[in-house]
């Protein structure tokens, strides 16, 4: 989907932080909540996504999780057109369920 000419995108988020000690899970925590905070959506346990209008806009998300990263842990950040998103194949056991749809972007004129 393009809107005046800039490709829409997502941004995911995946990450595995430890959980081992009480101060490992409220980073955890904060992390997460950062995330959500953020427009990102639970896609699996510890796979958060968002939409993105522009480039722009994708690197003001990403800059903002890169300020806050953990001390510990692994955080990958990608990023991905509509056109890959809506390739994913996902699965609910042996049974197929559509890919989730991006979310209607306001267009002002």
Do not use: C
């Not at 993105?52 to 990958?76: C, F, M, T, Y």
């Amino acid at each position: 989907m393009t809107f005046g000419g800039l490709q829409t995108m997502w941004i995911v988020v995946l990450f595995d932080l430890p959980t081992d000690t009480k101060a490992a899970r409220k980073e955890y925590t904060r992390f997460r909540k950062l995330l959500l905070q953020d427009g990102f959506a639970m896609m699996q346990y510890s796979v958060y996504m968002r939409h993105s209008s522009s480039d722009e806009n994708d690197q003001v998300h990403a800059k903002r999780i890169k300020s806050q990263l953990p001390d510990d842990g692994e955080v990958r950040i990608i990023k991905i057109t509509d056109k890959q998103f809506g390739k994913i194949e996902v699965y609910y056991g042996k049974k197929r369920k559509p890919t989730e749809k991006a979310p209607l972007q306001l267009q002002f004129f």
